[in-house]
């Protein structure tokens, strides 16, 4: 007698939930629910919502594909509801942008337990509070952050130096780094194992003393970053021991160049940040 198929619906709830958890939220927002009563009930354990990866413009997403005129929706509104659904267990955390100063402290309270952090960039840029709002403090346990044109990395990398021990990611683009936050991040950072600083300026002595001082380094992505020449040879040496070295594109600036206004600035289309570096 042939065995009937075991039908999806039947699947043990743990099995159902170690699933759900790697489908991303609009699969478990718009499709996951309502495929049957049991996805459905799986979908309400906190353990789902552990990765919490926003798509970075939300009003372009299928989340919002019902409304004809998008910005009735309410951005703050949607990150409180999948942030509460984590129940505070959220390990992983990617903010969308028009993240609202509300939600970052919201966030702040309410994921207590975050390993990996992205910060949208119209906050971090532009809002000198920001490190305020968020309360680093508040996560012993973070392991990787990523920025994108800070408005003072430095004061980040203090903050996650004194209270964050596990730390060992760091990927910024689009900054500005001079010596005093070369300084925060060699001192600070002593577990640094992944450092990206594409598309950014830095002069060529703060690189080597990055390259002197983070012995740890495993990973470090300096590519298309203006301050040094991608052919130094003493840069070049230096990182001979770190696993993936990438300057590619990398140039010294001109001097008709120092003091040319931020708008200038255009991201390369072949820079690519991969989560898969530090997930």
Same mark, same amino acid.
């Given at each position: 007698m042939q065995m009937e198929a075991p039908k999806w619906e039947d699947l043990i709830m743990d099995c159902l939930v170690n699933v759900f958890g790697r489908v991303g939220i609009e699969s478990l927002v718009l499709d996951v629910p309502?495929?049957? !009563? &049991?996805?459905?009930?799986?979908? $309400?354990?906190?353990? /789902?919502? %552990?990765?919490?990866?926003?798509?970075?413009?939300?009003?372009?997403?299928?989340?919002?594909?019902?409304?004809?005129?998008?910005?009735?929706?309410?951005?703050?509104?949607?990150?409180?509801?999948?942030?509460?659904?984590?129940? !505070? &267990?959220?390990?992983?955390?990617? $903010?969308?942008?028009? /993240?609202? %100063?509300?939600?970052?402290?919201?966030?702040?309270?309410?994921?207590?337990?975050?390993?990996?952090?992205?910060?949208p960039f119209d906050q971090v840029a532009f809002d000198r509070d920001c490190i305020i709002l968020i309360n680093i403090e508040r996560w012993k346990d973070l392991e990787s952050l990523t920025l994108e044109n800070v408005f003072d990395l430095k004061i980040f990398v203090s903050q996650v130096g004194i209270h964050c021990k596990n730390f060992v990611a760091l990927s910024v683009l689009r900054a500005k780094i001079y010596y005093d936050t070369t300084l925060a991040i060699t001192e600070m950072l002593p577990k640094l194992k992944y450092l990206v600083l594409s598309e950014s300026f830095l002069e060529r002595k703060n690189l080597l003393m990055i390259l002197e001082s983070c012995q740890a380094l495993v990973h470090l992505d300096v590519s298309y970053c203006e301050g040094f020449e991608s052919d130094d040879e003493e840069i070049l040496q230096l990182a001979s021991h770190i696993k993936t070295f990438k300057c590619q594109g990398s140039r010294r600036i001109r001097d008709d160049e120092l003091f040319r206004d931020d708008d200038d600035w255009e991201l390369d289309p072949e820079v690519d940040f991969d989560w898969g570096l530090i997930l």
């Open positions: 309502f495929v049957c !009563k &049991s996805w459905y009930e799986a979908t $309400l354990d906190s353990r /789902c919502w %552990r990765s919490l990866v926003f798509p970075d413009d939300l009003l372009k997403s299928r989340i919002t594909d019902g409304y004809e005129d998008k910005e009735l929706f309410d951005v703050g509104k949607f990150i409180r509801f999948v942030v509460n659904r984590s129940q !505070k &267990s959220a390990t992983v955390l990617a $903010l969308p942008k028009n /993240c609202a %100063r509300t939600e970052l402290i919201f966030v702040g309270k309410q994921c207590p337990s975050l390993k990996y952090l992205s910060l």
